[in-house]
């Protein structure tokens, strides 16, 4: 594909005028001084004896006619370098040694030049993305005209799959019967089970034992393979479920109905109801935009996807979100009234959040923080000023740099790759890194422009030296996904983004980084006047005397006049400017098409857009909104408990999961297993298959799976303790109890009985192991955002805690006071309610170092290092009372 030229009248004329100086300068220089004064050594210079004698006149002219020549060769091997790198497209120019000034003026008079006789500028597109790290990263000039860009087709390949099918009856599929089908042999199971082992399948589970398959898993299949699916290499197995889901039922997001096996497997005839979708999918058309900004149309929402498309697949900013999101839920439990828990979130807000949970990459946005802080520092331990990053490539194995220029000496544990053009840091490395306060943050403008098939493509807003220009029908979409990144992640110290033509909304994420402004005019003066050079502003990051990082996103087009201003601005800045519309003069230009891709020509990238629609972003404003409410609400109803005997199966969730009273499940079942009846236990009044499905997998399952799944679960758990009822719902049996609902009877109990409260509280809060559900794997409880349990569970232990911290103070028995606050800090240890009765607890001891020792570690980095923020006024206030002293002990500790 090639991308037009914008060639305007005013590009002509400052071409010809170019010209006309590139002529004078490379060939009227050396014709002048020829005629004039000479060859530029002249026979003074040449005489032995000119170093024992007298310098006269003739012998300082030759020196100077010297010097002259010397800057009109400089000068000629910086033309001849741009000219060959506009003409052949070899990318990023080399660099003249001791040439930055006159270098750069010949890259803008061949640019200009160039313009009058190529479509455009001197960029040629890298090698696909494909791949983690390409053998030849990209290189782009900073050039000013549109660029041409060459796409190279590449034959499709493809690969033999086999999707595998649901039970019949009792007779499941084995590898096998599946070789002996599609190899013409069982005996050459063994060669699937190689090309399948270790392999994620769409269910999230893997294939360890060759006689463990489940239904809906794609199996990889020889070369000769017959009756099997032929799909492309790079297709995740989720799609081709979706795609091939053979004799299956019809897939979806959640399951279209309760399918025959799990009713035969739970015994009941009735037939099963029609699913229903996925709740919140698809059940909102997709909202205009603004009107401030020039592109944004109804096709933003794209068919109506749902939450979980755009907000999980943005990782690094769901992590940045909810870290953000965390600072916020610790401020409303400094307000939180006894007997209230903090407002959850409801509706899209909620489902946001779910969203948010499932996408979120802590341990990618920790190697960005982490290494990148690192890397700052060792160069600045160097003397050397930190290279330009123009793009980054995150995957689960690698963190690559690309840089430009190339430099083959990259500070361990960074490594050299590609001559010098990719510092790199792999996974391990980086996991092994322990995090420095003292290191700055060289590249905040690193943001995520989408993914490929190997992982996250970041581009650096400061890299371009210019401006960048978004172009698409979804322009509004893909700045709003920059700002909600660059407003939270972790690689940035001090930070402004200025928003034009966005409204109010979006600063309730970041009220103290993002500000927003009806026209560009409002702060063209502003940026005028802060203007900064990069290589200062590098230096001083690493430094330790950083400027604060701005960068302006306007989804309003500039006027003739604006545009002129941003686009000079821009290149003597090292601020980000990205602007919609059709601008003139843009270094980058970001193009966002209607399949949701985005394209940088110049850099060669095309990559899946990370985009967030009206919708979207407007379900992350009321979730923070909603976290910002300090008022509080009720918590759930205690349903009475009427036997407090031992049940026969009890499901523990105050700590670890932990499942007594049936018998062990294989390995990699349990996991799934022990959340569905995590869900029906916290759910008494029971849960639709259907609904159920949707909960376990928020990204969808084809109905088979589920379906298998659940009778799987039934045969484990036995029909007396699973039910269904007429309406197909699912609940567990009256045998069957959680600790938590434990907890709250004997915490009812002790309201009404006076003189067994005290015991019956330190019953309720001896069952508290640590935090809810600790240990959970990743992606899985992401439906505790919506659900009541999360919020009633650390409001309840929390109460309780502090009820009976008093009664003990009371009655003067510090010592169990202390306990009962550290048994509920277990699971609640970001209230700092609980950490005030601590205080208090302690102090009533008398132990001085007892005290110490608390407050060291109420106001230790690792305390609310996951959150971030400060202590409470209340908190502070107490602990000066308490301890006078620790305001110096704390200065000492960070000073050390």
């Not at 969203?355 to 290494?371: F, N, Y």
């Not at 402004?517 to 940026?527: I, K, N, R």
């Not at 976290?627 to 969730?653: F, K, N, T, W």
Request: aromatic share 4%; net charge neutral.
């Amino acid at each position: 594909m090639r991308i037009p030229a914008r060639r305007t009248v005013g590009d002509v004329f400052a071409g010809l005028g170019a010209l006309v100086v590139l002529v004078a300068l490379v060939g009227g220089v050396p014709y002048a001084l020829l005629s004039f004064v000479g060859p530029p050594i002249a026979a003074e210079l040449l005489d032995v004896d000119l170093l024992f004698n007298q310098v006269g006149p003739s012998t300082i002219v030759a020196v100077l006619v010297l010097l002259v020549w010397l800057a009109w060769l400089q000068l000629f091997a910086c033309v001849v370098v741009e000219v060959y790198a506009g003409v052949r497209r070899v990318g990023m120019p080399a660099r003249v040694p001791l040439s930055s000034g006159t270098q750069a003026l010949a890259n803008r008079l061949v640019s200009a030049v160039l313009l009058l006789f190529t479509a455009g500028a001197v960029a040629v597109p890298i090698a696909r993305l494909g791949t983690p790290a390409p053998a030849a990263p990209p290189m782009t000039a900073v050039a000013y005209s549109a660029p041409v860009v060459e796409q190279v087709l590449e034959t499709q390949r493809t690969k033999k799959v086999y999707v595998v099918q649901p039970p019949h009856g009792r007779h499941h599929e084995s590898l096998w019967e599946i070789a002996e089908k599609c190899l013409g042999d069982g005996r050459r199971y063994p060669e699937i089970f190689r090309l399948n082992q270790h392999k994620e399948q769409p269910d999230g589970a893997r294939l360890r034992m060759a006689d463990l398959i489940r239904p809906g898993w794609v199996l990889d299949m020889p070369d000769d393979a017959r009756n099997v699916h032929a799909v492309p290499v790079t297709q995740a197995r989720a799609q081709t479920l979706r795609e091939h889901p053979g004799k299956a039922a019809t897939t979806g997001r959640v399951a279209d109905k309760a399918e025959q096996t799990v009713k035969e497997e739970l015994g009941k005839r009735q037939r099963g109801q029609e699913g229903e979708s996925r709740r919140g999918a698809g059940d909102t058309k997709a909202e205009p935009g603004t009107g401030r900004a020039t592109d944004e149309s109804r096709a933003a929402d794209q068919g109506g996807l749902d939450l979980v498309d755009y907000l999980a697949g943005a990782s690094l900013a769901a992590a940045g979100l909810l870290a953000a999101l965390g600072r916020r839920r610790r401020e409303q439990l400094w307000r939180r009234a006894f007997g209230r828990r903090v407002v959850r979130p409801r509706d899209d807000a909620a489902s946001a959040e779910v969203a948010l949970r499932l996408g979120a990459d802590a341990p990618g946005t920790r190697i960005l923080d982490v290494g990148l802080r690192l890397l700052g520092t060792e160069l600045a331990a160097q003397g050397r000023t930190p290279p330009i990053v123009y793009a980054a490539h995150l995957s689960a194995r690698n963190l690559d740099l690309w840089i430009h220029p190339p430099d083959g000496d990259a500070p361990a544990p960074w490594t050299v790759q590609d001559g010098g053009q990719v510092w790199r840091l792999h996974a391990h490395e980086g996991r092994l890194l322990t995090e420095s306060p003292q290191g700055g943050a060289p590249y905040p403008g690193l943001v995520s422009l989408g993914t490929d098939a190997g992982g996250r493509v970041l581009v650096d807003l400061e890299a371009a030296q210019g401006l960048i220009n978004i172009r698409g029908r979804q322009t509004t979409a893909a700045l709003a996904a920059l700002a909600v990144e660059l407003a939270t992640n972790r690689w940035s110290d001090r930070m402004r983004i200025t928003l034009v033509g966005f409204g109010e909304e979006l600063t309730a994420i970041a009220p103290d980084r993002v500000r927003a402004v009806g026209g560009l005019a409002e702060v063209l003066p502003e940026l005028e006047a802060t203007a900064a050079p990069r290589q200062q502003v590098l230096t001083g990051r690493v430094t330790g005397s950083p400027r604060v990082a701005h960068y302006l996103l306007s989804s309003v087009t500039p006027t003739h006049d604006e545009a002129r201003r941003l686009a000079l601005l821009a290149r003597r800045d090292t601020a980000g400017y990205v602007v919609a519309g059709d601008v003139p003069h843009a270094t980058w230009t970001l193009e966002i098409t209607d399949d949701g891709k985005a394209k940088i020509a110049e850099l060669g990238f095309e990559v899946t857009a990370q985009l967030l629609p009206r919708r979207h972003y407007q379900a992350l404003v009321d979730l923070f909104r909603t976290a910002g409410r300090h008022d509080g609400e009720p918590m759930s109803q205690v349903r009475p408990l009427e036997d407090l005997h031992p049940p026969e199966v009890e499901i523990r969730l105050l700590g670890p999961v932990e499942i007594s009273g049936l018998d062990p499940l294989e390995e990699g079942r349990m996991g799934l297993a022990a959340e569905m009846l995590v869900y029906l236990a916290t759910h008494p009044g029971g849960v639709h298959p259907a609904v159920l499905g949707g909960v376990l997998w928020p990204r969808g399952v084809q109905a088979m799976v589920r379906d298998a799944t659940i009778a799987r679960v039934a045969d484990w758990v036995g029909p007396e303790h699973l039910l269904v009822d007429d309406a197909g719902r699912l609940s567990l049996g009256p045998r069957v109890r959680t600790d938590w609902t434990l907890f709250r009877e004997l915490v009812r109990r002790a309201e009404r009985d006076p003189t067994a409260r005290i015991l019956l509280l330190e019953k309720a809060l001896g069952l508290v192991r640590g935090p809810l559900l600790s240990g959970r794997p990743h992606g899985r409880y992401a439906w505790l955002a919506a659900d009541d349990l999360e919020y009633d569970v650390s409001a309840g232990v929390a109460d309780a805690a502090r009820r009976l911290c008093e009664m003990r103070l009371e009655q003067g028995a510090p010592e169990a006071a202390v306990s009962a606050v550290r048994a509920a800090l277990l699971l609640a240890a970001d209230d700092e309610a609980l950490w005030r009765d601590l205080l208090r607890a302690t102090h009533a001891t008398g132990d001085p170092a007892r005290l110490h020792a608390v407050v060291d570690a109420l106001t230790g980095p690792p305390r609310f290092g996951a959150y971030g923020g400060g202590l409470a006024p209340e908190t502070e206030a107490l602990i000066d009372e308490l301890l006078p002293t620790w305001r110096i002990h704390v200065v000492r500790e960070s000073t050390a």
